[in-house]
């Protein structure tokens, strides 16, 4: 699914001189979730990623196990960060904060809402780290019990 | 308006109060009034009534006491007279010269004032009336009249009647004021006079022993043993003539000739009903009579002396009249106390009962506030529950109304969105031959791609909207990360 996604955005990533690569741990399980929805989240944080960088950046999506089991997601880029302030309203539809730079890029800002949704109708949870003009990480964590061996 | 209309309500509402408040008051007061209101007047009644007993008692006490006192007065007086009637006798039969014989008796009758001590007067009367020896003594002394001073009394009532006494028999005047020079003294002297006849042995009448007796001692007598009723008591004489009593106007009023003054005159039914009776008590309009008849000659003479030698039916009475302003008064009196408590347990009764009715009907008046109150809420949630179901049914129905709208709409949208994307890209492949410019070749493009962002907006709509009205289905299955 990582792969897939990152090939959706790859075109868009190279026409803009941002490199993308996708780092998939050795050995990882199977997930059991609705593989074409979960691929849709990962298009739509790589989408905005590769949106939010500025030509030379890097967008990683990494995907590994860490503790009890759980299967953690990451999209992470080196793009223009989301100030302090608006940080928790982006998970709402129609949001994307009041920073003018941000609103001037295209979108209406339902993906990362949408993303929200669809990951916690799969029991798992999303986080957004931020640093301005350093870069964002969005984490997408699937608890044990949606992996399979 | 509004506001008065809320006043005039309040108006209403107390005065409803108030009218409820003093009914239940009544339903209380009532009965407890009715409870206890006989109980009280029966028990002040009867306190009355045993004041009224006693007083009544009392008063007999007293006049009998009275009765004890004036009963005796005269008892040695009649042995008296007829002892000094005999001694004249004997004197006169002794064949001495007249004046020798005058101041021998004048002599004795000193003595015999002296060692008495009660008789104010010792006389010798003769036939024709006139003083012949007179002794007056004044409470200390004696002094033997001069011939100066001796008066005719052949006028008075009591000499001539005991002039026409027999042999043996004694005359006792009635209890009145002494009279001198046939006029009554200025110093009012009480007095009862008593006669015995004097013969010469061979039985004709010479004269009249007279002793009269110091009135003022029985009257003094008489009203020390009757002090506490000294306002209503009275000492008359046989005829009903007042000799003692509150009312100095009456006092002796015979001897002034107002006869009229009389107990007989005065309460004439009373007094027949004394006269008759002798003693006792009664009622009638003038107030309670209490009366007892006392022989001043009792324990001096047995009852056959009595009638053969004293005028047969001399008394005195002893009376006693209570007033019915005074039985009235002594009666309130009595029980003022009693009515007074009744009078502040009732004051207590009524306040407490309009107390009770008052918590009773605020108790009742909290109780149907309490259940109007529960009512109205009732009412309220009612709606509230009915509001509450139909805007759930609205959103319902909107949520379902929406979900089609979008669902439509992504139908309708959609459709035309693929076949320009579609078209776009056919144009900007040239894949029907050469567009002959670039510049209509890159606008293909922009359309391609302007209209599939449309078409991922829209898909992230429907996302969008699926997800808020929890429709979005799952297809879980294997997959790889």
Redesign the interface.
Known sequence: MVRDSVNTVIGKASAKQVTIRSLVSVGMPKLFVDEARIKQVLVNLLDDAVKFTPSGGVVKATARMCDEGKIRLAISDTGVGIPELVKDRIFEPFNRGQDPLLQSAEGVGLGVAIARSLVELHDGEIYVESELNVGTTFEVTFPAYRTLD | MAHADAIDADLDERSSKTVQTLKRFLVIFLPALLLTLPISIYLTYNHAETATNTLRKDEFVTVARGSGTVGASLRDAVGDIRYLGAFIERVLKEPETDPSKTSLLADSFRLFADTQGVYHQVRFIDTEGYEKVRVNFDGKSSTVSPLSALQFKGNRYYVQAGLDLKPGQVYVSRFDLNVEHGIVEKVRQPTVRLAAPVTDGAGTRTGLAVLNVEGQDIIDLFKTATLEAEKRITLVDQFGFILNGEDKEKEWAFMFGRYELSLKELYPRAWARIEQEGAGQFEDAAGIWTFQTVYPFEGGLSIKERSDIVPAGYNWKIISLIPHSDLVAYQWRTVSASVFVSIILLLVLTSGCWLLARSHIAVVQHGESLEKKVSERTVEMRMLNQDLNKARLKAVEGSQAKSQFLSNMSHELRTPLNAIAGFSDILAGEMLGPLGSDVYKGYAKDIGTSAK?LTS?IQ??I??SQ?ETDS?V????????
């Open positions: 962002h907006i992230d709509l996302d969008v997800i979005l799952l297809h879980e299955t294997e997959a790889e990360v």
